[in-house]
């Protein structure tokens, strides 16, 4: 994997190397047949991993963050770094260091990066996609909203990969999991094995969702 090992230890972000490590594996295997997404680039240690699997495979990553933080990492609350503060705008602005990110990684001609809502990227999308990783708001209707935007766009074969799933409540929030068994019981989905709190989800083929015309199957 052509992935600096200095740039992912200093790139800023809550995704574990071997989770990491995993989206670069499962984006390997796809990332041929269709564009990859995620949502919730932040500072771009997920796009790393993703990133490097899309360029060996010639294929696209778009990631999609709006870049003024997630309710945690306001100032005040338990996930704000000072570092992704913008006293320009008096905002936090995490754009720059992901653009910066993308740079160094040698990647700009790969990842594509999408500032706003994930519902807004939704809004007119319509090409079919090989992985969706959602890393983005915990709170539920954020989380749910990603899940509805994007995991109908999925082919089949593709993968569904969401982080901080912890099926114990006492461990963390429960949105990740929430829409994550949503995702199970709606039976279009296999579950494969998890890495630490990286849930994988693998979409069934012959089975249709509304929005597509049956040629696209
Ligand atoms: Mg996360």
């Excluded at 047949?33 to 490097?52: I, N």
């Excluded at 990066?113 to 994930?118: E, I």
């Excluded at 409540?169 to 068994?181: H, M, N, T």
Aim: with cysteine; aromatic share 10%; proline share 5%.
């Amino acid at each position: 994997m052509e992935i600096d090992k200095e740039l992912l230890e200093n790139t800023r972000g809550f995704l574990g190397h071997e989770e990491g490590m995993r989206l670069y594996e499962l984006a390997m295997d796809v990332s041929g047949r269709g564009p990859c997404l995620e949502v919730g680039s932040y500072c771009g240690k997920s796009a790393l991993y993703l990133g490097a699997a899309c360029r060996k495979n010639s294929g696209v990553l778009f990631s999609i963050d709006h870049h003024r933080g997630s309710e945690e990492q306001q100032p005040g609350e338990g996930y704000f770094d000072p570092e992704t503060w913008d006293p320009k705008t008096c905002r936090v602005d995490t754009f720059a260091l992901f653009r910066q990110t993308l740079e160094k990684a040698g990647l700009e001609q790969t990842v594509i990066p999408m500032v706003c809502s994930s519902e807004t990227a939704a809004r007119m999308w319509a090409t079919r996609l090989s992985l969706v990783f959602i890393d983005g708001g915990h709170a539920f209707e954020t989380a749910f909203a990603d899940y509805n935007a994007w995991a109908t766009h999925l082919m089949p074969g593709g993968y569904l990969a969401i982080h901080d799933i912890f099926k114990n409540p006492g461990e963390g929030g429960q949105a990740p999991y929430q829409i994550y068994s949503m995702a199970l019981a709606s039976g279009l989905f296999c579950e494969l094995s998890m890495t630490k709190t990286l849930g994988v989800l693998r979409r069934l083929s012959g089975s249709r969702e509304p929005g597509f015309s049956p040629e696209q199957d």
